[in-house]
């Protein structure tokens, strides 16, 4: 049931051309906020961030192609991958050959329409399906992108969730793809409706979940939190991305290697079918957590993941590619590793010499000789031997 | 040779009902201390040890049941498996199905008597075969277990074997079973015999023999030793059991999983089949010793263990059951992992820098491009190669 | 082409009968002198090395065998290695049974003629083939050793190559072994022909080349440099010898067994076939720079090992039996071993808190979404991402 609302959730982000800024994540953010308390914040174009700069803002309402007969061969309306995301404004006549020079197709997959971007250098084009492309026509086309790259800002959202503890862990998911739905809409939905069911709850430790563009947006945010009070808070953490796939689960284990949420997450996939593989500087945003200077125990938690199926950054991403039930699971794939983290704390065994008398407590067999009941009993006298502050709940477990 | 005494030392005890306390323990004692240097302690009814409590003692003369013929189905006298352990007195007349509760047996083995306790929780019973209670008839039954349950003490007996230094080896067995050779009376046999060895022999370490009720009696024991420095002379142990069967030998670690204790008896045990496991919080007495409040270096050493054998706490386990051939190879396996622990020290290798001339001091063949011989010289020369003050004998064998 | 130059250097080398003293290593040293800077230290008999002596010195001009009919079967003229190495001087008649206690053969390499030594207990001796020995007949034979053992000195050379850094990569090989190719002129010709090399080019490490006889050589070095302060900028080395014949590399690894140059040679080997083995105190002069007291991270990068092909210590380890290619490849590696090793530092990424923006500088894609060029790019992030302080270039490339 829960897996609709978040196909209904994913559905409803669809049709926004989101991009690293602009109006379409403003629309994706403010739909965010109406489940869960979204801080949105704006920074403004020409912020210096690290080694980067906070890009001018850009917007867009139309873009098409006319072919020779006037005819709409392509048009944004109608799904806006078409366009390079981020494309300079363009209007004008041109012929085929100079044309081409502006368009993206994927010859190996020549019915789908690929996702392209030009964030950091100047540029306008159009994304096609091959078979489409083969058939145009020599004579003069009319290329209109209706787009605006201007000083604005950078637009994020911030979820904040105070727990018991100021140990904090990091939620983050990109809000940067336009109409995709398992690369963003999924990890979007699952970190949106984890928030709702973890704002519910009583919370041992406090959650941040950050609703950002892919590597400019963790940059800012890295930077604008950029001290070691603040950061040294996050005690774990995830990425978020391609969880709505039919695929197995997925991880990505932190820099680090053996972090806390390294084992939490393997402890909670173990005994189902899934993936594990090492970090690497490469991927979602991850990189950013994981740079030497952070070194945040950050890993990345997905199903199948990012460029290892044929549909990931295609036309082909879209809803009928995504399934309620892996929505579903994802969700509580999450929630469960949120409640291995909850209780992961460490007991001290205040009867630490010799074992407690289980018997006196009703806890243990009274007739002995017998062998029943001895897997319950073990794992009490595990718990009671490594009780001993040096082992927490997950050392137990493993 | 040695394996008929032990032999016979076992058959001495077999017939003395023990428990946890009583007169049976301090019976099989007494027998002990013929061989051995015993020191007996009586802790009285009601000492508090930790989180328990030494209990009432308990003593039996007699325990029988009666058909409604009058004839006697089951007798202590025959064997003291019969009665369930630490049974309260009873003498009344009772009609089988009420019976039946009182009753033990096993009916996956259903021709021999199972052992059975109750020793914190007041309760009668009988324990016998499952072929004879499948043919009791109905009627009214005599049952009389002249026991007593009254305050008195816990016994247990200690050898300390003073050697040059402080160090001590911990030797533990279980003194509790009644009528059971494997599990008790071996242990029991190869701990009497190694303590005589050692006290004819020349001693680097100091040894400590704990002949022990199971469980109360190694918490009483370290209640009453409860201080560092006493526990911290504690530099290897062993738990003996089950050392009679024809199975091989099994070691199970310590907790701390690779003291010298655990690298002195896989070095021994080496080049015959043998099982390890590592530490579990269950089993003997180990389980205390290795409570983490003390978390002493206690590993237990055993032939097949506890509850693997269809023997196992059964009428089976009696002296057809145990081999003379496997006590004598125990007893020499625990000797020769004592001679390790003896003979581990660390060396300083006085000439430290390039090797020493062996030729000149006769320890090297004199013609050299030879290769004969060679396996010898490289013995010497890794353990002068490895005598640098952080590797012992034991390192170097490894 | 530089191998056919090392097989000349070698060819031209092979006549001289070499021992651990003498006129024979002076010779060799004088040839290697005209290729490379070489200071040559001559340390006089009875010096105290450690636990050894420097022993007296040896020189040989003639040595042969007349049979009873007065023709010379036997000539030290014709090879070398007729003679017992360190033989006294002899000169008298003797039948066959007494000479045969002063002859060596190998019964299972019945034509070739072994090598023998015996430098520190006085004997003579003559080496033959086992076929020649089987032909031997009765009676009075003429046996020479025109040899004199007197007061002199041992004589070793030493290449000093200095760097920007005082820290210092020992290459070690032994010369003490008359005409033999593979075992010691190969690594003569190595370490000749690398220091060459590295002469010419500029250095960041500096490089001390010992050219000593085996065991009382470099352990004469270690007590003539035993200060820390010396041995401590010792930071990798390696023992150079069997290096011309056909078989694969095989590294036997530091007593450490993880320092750099393990690393660094592993690093270089990788890709092709090769063995690889522990340290142990057996061997070449690794077992000196490994002896406890000093524990220098000294390697043995070798060919096929010594004593396991069969031409080792026999008369068929000449000319033949090594290869122009093999000295050159061997050359080489050694080269690339000192590449890394020169490459190895710990760079800082200046820039550690998230990416630099690669594309801003050209090195990255700039139309996202796409997957080619990530091979180069993830090189790229993985040494931004590891260049922390904590890692140098060959943790990075492992």
């Given amino acids: 049931m829960i897996g609709e609302q978040m196909i209904r959730f994913v559905a409803d982000l669809y049709p926004i051309c989101r991009s690293i800024t602009g109006d379409g994540v403003r629309q994706t953010l403010a739909k965010v906020g109406e489940r869960i308390p979204l801080q949105i914040h704006e920074v403004p174009t020409g912020t210096q961030v690290f080694d980067w700069t906070v890009p001018r803002e850009w917007n867009i309402r139309d ?26 404004p363009v209007h004008k006549k041109v ?29 306008w084009g159009f994304c096609m399906a091959h078979h489409q492309w083969l058939s145009l026509e020599e004579g003069e086309y009319e290329v209109c992108i209706d787009s605006t790259l201007e000083d604005g800002s950078l637009t994020y ?58 590597t400019i947006g963790s940059i800012t945010w890295l930077a604008r939190n950029d001290s070691s009070r603040m950061t040294n808070r996050i005690t774990a953490g995830l990425v978020a991305a391609n969880l709505g796939d039919p695929g197995h689960f997925h991880y990505k284990k932190t820099r680090q290697g053996d972090a806390e949420i390294d084992r939490a997450v393997l402890q909670v996939l173990r005994g189902e079918e899934h993936g594990v593989e090492d970090f690497v500087p490469f991927g979602y945003d991850e990189r950013q957590y994981s740079s030497p200077g952070f070194n945040l125990p950050v890993g990345s938690l997905t199903r199948t993941p990012y460029g290892r199926y044929p549909e990931y950054h295609t036309s082909a991403d879209n809803l009928d590619f995504i399934q309620s039930a892996s929505l579903e699971a994802s969700l509580q794939t999450y929630l469960s590793v949120m409640k291995v983290l909850e209780g992961n704390r460490r007991y001290l065994n205040l009867n630490p010499k010799c074992e407690p008398q289980l018997g006196r407590r009703g806890l243990y067999r009274t007739i002995g000789g017998d062998d029943s009941g001895r897997q319950r009993e073990l794992a009490l006298l595990w718990v009671l031997n490594l009780s001993d502050g040096e082992h927490g709940l997950l050392d137990i477990a493993e």
Avoid: M
């Fill in 157 to 214: 959202g911030e979820c904040f969730l105070k727990g018991e503890t100021e140990r904090e862990v990091l939620i983050s998911c990109h809000v940067c793809h336009p109409s995709l739905c398992n690369d963003n809409l999924s990890g979007l939905a699952v970190c949106t409706f984890l928030a709702e069911e973890l704002a519910r709850a009583s919370r041992r430790l406090s959650y941040r979940f950050l609703f950002i563009p892919g």
């Fill in 95 to 123: 012929s085929l050959a100079p044309l081409k020079e502006h368009l993206f197709t994927l010859p190996d997959q020549p019915g789908l329409v690929p996702y392209r971007t030009s964030y950091y250098k100047e540029a």
């Fill in 63 to 88: 873009a098409w192609i006319k072919d020779p007969h006037g005819r709409k061969i392509v048009d944004f309306q109608h799904l806006n991958l078409h366009v390079l995301n981020y494309s300079v």
